[in-house]
T-cell receptor, first 114, second 111 residues
Framework: DTGVSQDPRHKITKRGQNVTFRCDPISEHNRLYWYRQTLGQGPEFLTYFQNEAQLEKSRLLSDRFSAERPKGSFSTLEIQRTEQGDSAMYLC????????????FGQGTRLTVV | KQEVTQIPAALSVPEGENLVLNCSFTDSAIYNLQWFRQDPGKGLTSLLLIQSSQREQTSGRLNASLDKSSGRSTLYIAASQPGDSATYLCAVNFGNEKLTFGTGTRLTIIP
């Protein structure tokens, strides 16, 4: 079963360091989403791609955050100069195009900034 | 503002009982609604997807209903088991290409 795959599963970093996460979507899905979830909260939308085009970014995505999907397949999310407030679970999801499609999520990357 | 609310935040139920989880949303013009399960420290597992034109969806012991006019959805779990213990999240597609989530209901099934 080739579901949505995220790497790494856990990342501990020192404040001020840069981190990069990877997401591999389900192969036939051309939509890819990034969400962030903090403890006790539901996931919040960060950004999404249709193929390689980044179509929307949330205001939660500060200038320190950048996401890419260079060939319309896997995606990376980079956080520069990490802050303690960046500590969260970063979730990736994918779906087919269209407004009525089901989203499938990966296992997430847990980031802890110390 | 488009919001999704789940009450209660936590629920404990003896094993074997049937239970209902609630989800409410502020805008009735939805495209679909999805229920997810999340185990501690894990990602989200999709349980059921209900399209805006549907009233309910069933999968095994799970049944999800949708009432757009009242802005409500329920997830019914029959004959609960300890393995059902998890956080259940409701997410709504308001037609803006992303999901808006509630804060979830943490369910504990007592053996």
């Amino acid at each position: 079963d080739t579901g949505v795959s995220q790497d790494p599963r856990h990342k501990i970093t020192k404040r001020g360091q840069n981190v990069t996460f990877r997401c591999d979507p389900i192969s036939e899905h051309n939509r890819l989403y990034w969400y962030r979830q903090t403890l006790g909260q539901g996931p919040e939308f960060l950004t999404y791609f249709q193929n390689e085009a980044q179509l929307e970014k949330s205001r939660l995505l500060s200038d320190r955050f950048s996401a890419e999907r260079p060939k319309g397949s896997f995606s990376t999310l980079e956080i520069q100069r990490t802050e303690q407030g960046d500590s969260a679970m970063y979730l990736c999801a994918s779906s087919r195009s269209g407004l009525f499609t089901e989203a499938f999520f990966g296992q997430g990357t847990r980031l802890t900034v110390v | 503002k488009q919001e999704v609310t789940q009450i209660p935040a936590a629920l404990s139920v003896p094993e074997g009982e049937n239970l209902v989880l609630n989800c409410s949303f502020t805008d009735s013009a939805i495209y679909n609604l999805q229920w997810f399960r999340q185990d501690p420290g894990k990602g989200l597992t999709s349980l059921l997807l209900i399209q805006s034109s549907q009233r309910e969806q069933t999968s095994g012991r799970l049944n999800a209903s949708l009432d757009k006019s009242s802005g409500r959805s329920t997830l019914y779990i029959a004959a609960s088991q300890p393995g059902d213990s998890a956080t259940y999240l409701c997410a709504v597609n308001f037609g803006n290409e992303k999901l808006t989530f509630g804060t979830g209901t943490r369910l504990t099934i007592i053996p």
